[in-house]
Nanobody, 125 residues
Framework: QVQLVESGGGSVQAGGSLRLSCAAS????????MGWFRQAPGKEREWVSS???????SYADSVQGRFTISKDNAKNTLYLQMNSLKPEDTAMYFC???????????????????WGQGTQVTVSS
């Protein structure tokens, strides 16, 4: 059974940092591209970052240079290190397992097979 559980969200001041974690089932972790999406109130869910099974990473333009995606193979855990946070980063962040490898570099919602429950990130100015 595929399970994704996020943690690490919270409230920070602009310019601060947070690290999100996603504990994944071994099957999902080793088979699928893993990524992060976020959704702010009144906005569509948008892709933030992803990492392929071979370790290749990609980022949305809005977070490139500030966020870093990584994974710990020993723990089957995905991470998103978020630095230089801005109020615009405020959103619910979701861990995702992407089914289609050819969409890993910029996946859409429809490409995602499994979602975590989400963790809230709030950045104040």
């Amino acid at each position: 059974q595929v399970q994704l559980v996020e943690s690490g969200g919270g409230s920070v001041q602009a310019g601060g940092s947070l690290r999100l974690s996603c504990a994944a089932s071994a099957y999902a972790y080793r088979r699928y591209c893993m990524g992060w999406f976020r959704q702010a109130p009144g906005k569509e869910r948008e892709w933030v970052s992803s990492i392929s099974t071979d370790g290749s990473t990609s980022y949305a333009d809005s977070v490139q240079g500030r966020f870093t995606i990584s994974k710990d193979n020993a723990k089957n855990t995905l991470y998103l290190q978020m630095n230089s946070l801005k109020p615009e980063d405020t959103a619910m962040y979701f861990c995702a397992a992407v089914f289609y490898f050819y969409r890993c570099s910029s996946p859409r919602e429809a490409d995602v097979g499994y979602w975590g429950q989400g963790t809230q990130v709030t950045v104040s100015s």
